[in-house]
């Protein structure tokens, strides 16, 4: 069997890295719209303020002290407030779509153009119109809406009047937002992803936390800080999996035809060599992102979870109930994003706890000009990986390479790198479905119109197969021109995945 009948071609985007429009229609202010641009290597920022005034600055990863908030601060270039202005541009957007024969667009809403402070007695209705208008859009065209609930993204309120997803009180105050989108599109979008890489968040940036952790106030490395408030974070991941859980009851309540699914980031792990510190180091590693699915696709924590907590001298604090909500609500498939690989090396100091964005490099491997290894083996590896241990589908919601592109005087872009990546990654699933069984639902590239980077706020790590002209710091007309990439996907998913 080739590709299936119906399998989901498409591309996925996310609110605060593309939608712009950020105080238009009624929205109030997230965190992710207080994230600087930062650059290859150069942490973004986050600005905060004490009651008193006085100001300081942490990094995304990075908690911000208790007492202190988050804050726009003037003279800054923030690089999500307009991003490539999908909240302007959606008809025209998806008629690109459409044109590239897309049957899925993964987006994100944006909690506060729904709830402008997360806690909220009412929806804001000219939020819902604007995603009421998208799907409707997107359903004209034959292009299934695959909504994610939250992407990197929250409402600054909640995150400094309650410490953020540390404060149990949020469940249910996520619960009544998703509850909401899925009561309003119950008959328009089936497929749905809870939390976007649940297991690389961490800190401020996407989980509102605040700290005195004197490591992660001095820290100015992403990585040291995340590991500071390790303990933090898996309490605060934990009541998101406790959220997601009831979400799920609440969807199959809603439309038992709905399909939920979890998010992790899965770019796959190596041994560096086969000294069997390496094998067994990589597999423990990798443990380190599977906790997550394990809860989410099995319903409990792995044995393996208490040795995770125990480097961190953590306690997880489960309430009653908590137990039996995620037994009994796992999820209906996985999604993951998938981009590379890490090499995991006994002596190496450089990799993260989260997901593996670092490690030792592979001599096997060319590498993006971000240093990300470019490995279409891997993707089959992964894809494995998953089926074997979860038996349940699979979507692949994020893939892509992020590169510089350059916008000829005639409108046209040469990206042929761009097209290998994505020839060679699709050849790869084709194995993964043909010889080794894996059942994969769709695949969605990573940011299929060019995008403001999550990593480092740049514009120019472009990923799309449609150019947007603005820059780093934000100059340009916004105009869309079509890469070569966009003609060779195009026959991509007309073909079903046939014409590489
Ligand atoms: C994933 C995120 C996306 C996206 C992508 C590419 O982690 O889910 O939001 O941005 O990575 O990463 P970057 O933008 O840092 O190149």
């Known amino acids: 069997m080739s590709f299936p009948k119906g399998f989901l071609w498409g591309g996925a985007t996310a609110a605060n890295q593309y939608e712009g429009g950020y105080l238009e229609g009624g929205r109030g202010l997230a965190i992710s719209d207080m994230i600087t641009a930062g650059a290859h290597q150069v942490p973004r920022k986050i600005y905060y303020e004490y009651e008193d005034g006085k100001e ?18 003037e003279g800054i ?35 506060t153009r ?121 309490q605060a991941i934990h009541h998101l999996l406790v959220a997601s859980a009831h979400v799920n009851k609440v969807a199959h309540e809603i439309n038992s035809d709905n399909m939920m699914g979890c998010m992790l980031a899965l770019s796959g792990i190596y041994p560096a060599t086969c000294h069997p510190d390496d094998v067994f180091g990589a597999y423990d590693f990798r443990r380190h992102a599977l906790i997550f699915s394990d809860v989410y696709m099995r319903g409990y924590y792995p044995g393996y979870a208490q040795g995770i907590f125990d ?7 489960m309430e009653e109930g908590d137990e039996e909500i995620l037994r009994a609500h796992p999820s209906d498939f996985m999604a993951f994003s998938y981009y590379r690989t890490t090499t995991f090396d006994r002596n190496s100091e450089k990799i993260t706890t989260t997901g593996g964005q670092q490690g030792s490099s592979n001599p096997y491997l060319k590498e993006t000009p971000w240093g990300w290894p470019v490995d279409p083996v891997g993707l089959r590896y992964v ?31 040469h990206d042929d790198y761009r097209i290998d990546y994505f020839r060679d990654h699709v050849k790869e699933m084709k194995k993964a479905i043909e010889i080794d069984g894996v059942n994969l639902l769709g695949y969605t590239p990573w940011g299929w119109i060019d995008v403001v980077s999550a990593g480092t706020g740049e514009m120019k790590k472009r990923y799309g197969f449609v150019y947007v002209d603005t820059d780093d710091q934000g100059n340009g007309s916004l105009k869309r021109y079509k890469k070569d990439s966009f003609y060779w996907y195009k026959k991509v998913c007309e073909s079903n995945g046939e014409e590489l």
């Not at 105050?173 to 497929?191: E, I, N, S």
């Open 56 to 73: 300081g600055v942490t990094t995304i990863g990075g908690s911000v002290p208790k007492g202190a908030h988050g804050i726009v601060k």
């Open 77 to 111: 270039y923030y690089p999500s407030h307009v991003a490539t202005d999908f909240y302007h541009h959606y008809k025209e957007d998806i008629a690109l779509m459409a044109e590239m024969g897309f049957k899925c667009y993964r987006f994100s809403v944006s909690w």
């Open 114 to 234: 729904i709830y402008p402070n997360g806690d909220d007695e009412m929806p804001n209705e000219e939020g819902l119109k604007f995603y009421d208008m998208v799907i409707d859009e997107c359903l004209k065209h034959n292009i299934e809406p695959l909504i994610t609930i939250l992407h990197f993204d929250m409402p600054q309120h909640l995150a400094d009047a309650y410490g953020g997803w540390s404060n149990r009180a949020l469940i249910p105050l996520f619960v009544k937002y998703a509850t909401t989108l899925l009561t309003r599109w119950k008959d328009k979008v089936k497929y749905w992803v809870n939390i976007n890489e649940v297991n690389v968040l961490g800190g401020y940036w996407t989980l509102g936390l605040s700290s005195d952790n004197e490591q992660t106030k001095k820290s100015n490395a992403v990585m040291e800080a995340s590991i500071a408030d390790a303990g933090l974070k898996y």
């Open 311 to 317: 480097e961190y001298n953590f306690t997880l604090k």
């Open 383 to 413: 894809l494995n990986e998953l089926y074997d241990r979860y038996q349940k589908p699979l979507f692949i919601v994020e893939n892509g390479m992020g590169n510089i592109d350059v916008l000829e005087a005639d409108g046209s872009v």
